[in-house]
């Protein structure tokens, strides 16, 4: 479960980090280099620093600590397919997908055939 909001918040984090640099830029606000090397900004500071604030209300806050062991407990009574049967299935999700290409691609070829081709010619006879 740890795992879990430690991985969210480095997510986060690298997504306000993009998000707020380009709210800087967007309002012409200063967002000089704080930590030269690695070329921190102050919205990239900022952006952790929510980051980290925000993993942490969530990992401590009772509520979201139950509904996060309900999910675990959950995951873990789930029966996942076997490797046989995810090959098997996915042969089928492939298998429809090019049949409902097949049929769309001669419905579409009719009807620009209707369209362009024989429409025009019965128009033009009338």
């Known amino acids: 479960m740890v795992i879990f909001y430690l991985l969210s918040g480095i997510v986060l984090a690298l997504f306000l980090e993009h998000l707020l ?3 800087w830029a967007r309002f012409n606000w ?7 090397g690695l070329d921190w900004k102050v919205s990239t500071l ?7 604030a925000l993993a942490l ?4 806050h009772p509520r979201t600590d139950a509904l996060s062991i309900d999910v675990a407990s959950e995951l873990m009574k789930v029966t ?6 995810t090959k098997a299935s996915t042969m089928a999700v492939v298998v429809a997908s090019l049949v409902a290409a097949v049929i769309l691609f001669c419905i579409d070829t009719a ?6 081709e024989w429409l025009p010619t019965v128009w033009g006879k009338l």
Do not use: C, K
Request: glycine share 10%; net charge negative; aromatic share 18%.
């Open 30 to 36: 200063s967002d000089p280099v704080l930590i030269e």
């Open 80 to 85: 996942w397919p076997t490797w046989t049967e």
């Open 46 to 52: 900022v952006g952790y620093a929510a980051a980290v």
């Open 21 to 23: 640099g380009l709210l």
């Open 111 to 116: 009807a620009y055939n209707l369209m362009v």
């Open 57 to 60: 209300g969530a990992y401590f």
